[in-house]
C-alpha cells in the first residue's frame, strides 16, 4: 500500500515555475514507477511525465517536453516535477501516481488527491 500526497501548486504567471512534490509513505515506493498526470476542467485526464523505479529513464509528453522535468529521491519516498516556462494551457489539477510506468492512467495502482496548478496570462 503507498499513500501519495502532492504539494507546490498555486497561482503562477504565464513563464513562471513551480516545483512539484508528491511525497509517498510506504517502504515501497522504490519499487514503483511514478508518473505525473493532469486534469483540467472538462478534459480528460493526461499524461504528463513519468519516471523508472530506478530514475534511469525518464518520459515527457510532447507539449511539456523541455519545459518540465521528473525526478525521484528514493531516499526520501518523494518525487519531483520541475514546470518552467509555464503556459495558460498548463493549467490543471497535477495527480501523482505509482504503479508500472505507462502513458495510460490505468496502469498506475495508487493515486494522490492532485495539486492545482493556475497560470495567468
Known amino acids: 500500500q503507498v499513500q501519495l500526497h502532492e504539494s507546490g501548486g498555486g497561482l503562477v504567471q504565464a513563464g513562471g515555475s513551480l516545483r512539484l512534490s508528491c511525497a509517498a509513505s510506504?517502504?515501497?515506493?522504490?519499487?514503483?514507477?511514478m508518473g505525473w498526470f493532469r486534469q483540467a476542467p472538462g478534459k480528460e485526464r493526461e499524461f504528463v511525465s513519468a519516471?523508472?523505479?530506478?530514475?534511469?529513464?525518464?518520459y515527457y509528453a510532447d507539449s511539456v517536453k523541455g519545459r518540465f522535468t521528473i525526478s525521484r529521491d528514493n531516499a526520501k519516498n518523494t518525487v519531483y516535477l520541475q514546470t518552467n516556462s509555464l503556459k495558460p494551457e498548463d493549467t490543471a489539477v497535477y495527480y501523482c501516481?505509482?504503479?508500472?510506468?505507462?502513458?495510460?492512467?490505468?496502469?498506475?495502482?495508487?493515486w494522490g488527491q492532485g495539486t492545482q496548478v493556475t497560470v495567468s496570462s
Open positions: 501516481a505509482a504503479g508500472s510506468y505507462s502513458y495510460t492512467p490505468n496502469e498506475y495502482n495508487y
Open positions: 510506504g517502504r515501497t515506493f522504490s519499487s514503483y514507477d
Open positions: 519516471i523508472w523505479w530506478n530514475g534511469a529513464r525518464t
